[in-house]
C-alpha cells in the first residue's frame, strides 16, 4: 500500500509540475500585473517572507481580535514597478492595502513551496501517514491554482 500511495504521489506531483512549467523565453520586457487576494498565497505562515503580514501593513502589531482585511497582492512583470505603486497606491484613510511582487520573486517562492510539500508528500506516503498526505495534497493544489492565476493573467 505505501509504495503505491509513495508512486502515485510522486507521479501526481511530476503532472502537476510540468503542467505549470512556464516558458523561459518570454520576453519580460512588457509591463503585465495581476492583482490577487492575500487568501491566495495560503497561510500567512508560508507567504508572509514574500507578500508581508496578514493584517494592514500601517499597523505595528498584530490586533488582539480577529478580524478580515482587504490585502491585494500586485504581481508585476518586466522592471515597472513604479507603474504598479502608481496604478495601485497604498492609502491607508481609504485601508487600500496593496503589496508589490515581481513575477520572478513570486515564481520562485511557488516552486520553493511546492519543492518543499512534495518532500513532505514523499515523507508522508513512507509513512503512512493519510491526513498528513491529503493537507500535503490541498497545499499542493492550491499553490498550482495560484500558478495558473498568474500565468493566465500575464
Not at 490586533?63 to 518586466?78: A, F, R, S
Not at 511546492?114 to 514523499?122: G, P
Request: with cysteine; glycine share 2%.
Amino acid at each position: 500500500m505505501n509504495k503505491c500511495c509513495y508512486t502515485l504521489c510522486i507521479l501526481l506531483s511530476l503532472i502537476c509540475l510540468t503542467s505549470c512549467a512556464t516558458n523561459e523565453k518570454e520576453d519580460l520586457s512588457n509591463f503585465k500585473l495581476v492583482v490577487l487576494e492575500y487568501k491566495d498565497f495560503g497561510a500567512p505562515q508560508s507567504s508572509s517572507l514574500l507578500i508581508g503580514k496578514h493584517f494592514y501593513q500601517w499597523i505595528e502589531h498584530r490586533p488582539h481580535e480577529p478580524q478580515t482585511y482587504n490585502i491585494k497582492i500586485v504581481i508585476y512583470k518586466g522592471n515597472n514597478l513604479a507603474s504598479a505603486l502608481e496604478r495601485f497606491p497604498v492609502n491607508m484613510k481609504e485601508k487600500l492595502d496593496y503589496r508589490y511582487v515581481s513575477y520572478a520573486d513570486a515564481m520562485v517562492w511557488a516552486n520553493n513551496k511546492i519543492t518543499r510539500v512534495q518532500k513532505s508528500i514523499e515523507k508522508s506516503a513512507i509513512h503512512g501517514d493519510m491526513d498528513l498526505l491529503l493537507y500535503d495534497f490541498s497545499i499542493l493544489e492550491s499553490t498550482y491554482q495560484l500558478l495558473l492565476k498568474i500565468e493566465k493573467a500575464m
